[in-house]
């Protein structure tokens, strides 16, 4: 398999229920992300792991949270979600992000998440 | 002001039409410029990468960056309507990735 791999594709949960939402990726890259994409508005970094290490967190709810085990695999696990968290989440990994780097981004296919 | 603009479209034109897209930004520290092409239920996938001002040509593809407007364009030659799709515009320094909220394309046939 090669690229970045998101599972599952579709997630459909209810406001108390705990789910876990997992990236891998296949690239060697040491840096991976958390965004969420909602309809018509631009792609919201959540989270950034440079070296397994967080370095960002955009204000992201604790409802909301990031594991990051090793360099290849990111999870975000959900906890009380509300519906207005409905949204495409997409994972990203680069190779190097730190400055002055040359560096872009490779995107997995999304889960696509539904909270009723 | 937004920090990366960008019209939504819907753009639609006839296949074999040269469409250009734009983004316009507000932050002059931008160093690196990228188009990426997402379809519907898929993710972001990068179609071209430049660096400072200039043009860089692939295929079909002309990508623009003029950072003394502030001014990125991506033009895509002889469309097809396997174009159709919504692209968004990146641009990055440091550990600042920021994207535009994308063109929703659609080439006719």
């Known amino acids: 398999e090669t690229g970045v791999t998101q599972t599952p594709r579709h997630l459909v949960m209810g406001m108390t229920n705990k789910k876990s939402l997992k990236c891998e990726q296949h690239?060697?890259?040491?840096?991976m992300y958390w965004y969420k994409q909602s309809a018509k508005k631009p792609l919201e970094l959540m989270f950034v792991?440079?070296?397994?290490?967080?370095?960002e967190n955009n204000s992201v709810p604790s409802r909301f949270s990031p594991e990051c085990p090793n360099s290849s695999h990111l999870f975000l696990h959900l906890h009380t979600l509300q519906p207005e968290d409905s949204a495409l989440y997409l994972c990203?990994?680069?190779?190097?992000?730190?400055?002055?780097?040359?560096?872009?981004?490779?995107f997995g296919p999304g889960t696509r998440l539904t909270v009723l | 002001q937004k920090e990366v603009e960008q019209d939504p479209g819907p753009l639609s034109v006839p296949e074999g039409a040269i469409v250009s897209l734009n983004c316009t930004y507000s932050?002059?520290?931008?160093?690196?410029f990228m188009w990426y092409r997402q379809y519907s239920r898929k993710g972001p996938e990068l179609l071209m990468y430049?660096?400072?001002?200039g043009n860089k040509e692939d295929g079909r593809f002309t990508a623009q960056v003029d950072k003394s407007s502030k001014y990125i364009s991506l033009f895509i030659r002889d469309s097809q309507p396997s174009d159709s799709a919504t692209y968004l515009c990146a641009m990055y320094y440091g550990q600042n990735f920021v994207f535009g909220p994308g063109t929703r394309l659609s080439v006719l046939p």
């Open positions: 690239l060697g890259h040491n840096a």
């Open positions: 792991y440079n070296f397994k290490e967080q370095t």
């Open positions: 430049t660096y400072s001002s």
């Open positions: 990203a990994s680069s190779q190097d992000p730190r400055p002055g780097g040359t560096d872009t981004q490779y």
């Open positions: 932050n002059s520290a931008f160093q690196y």
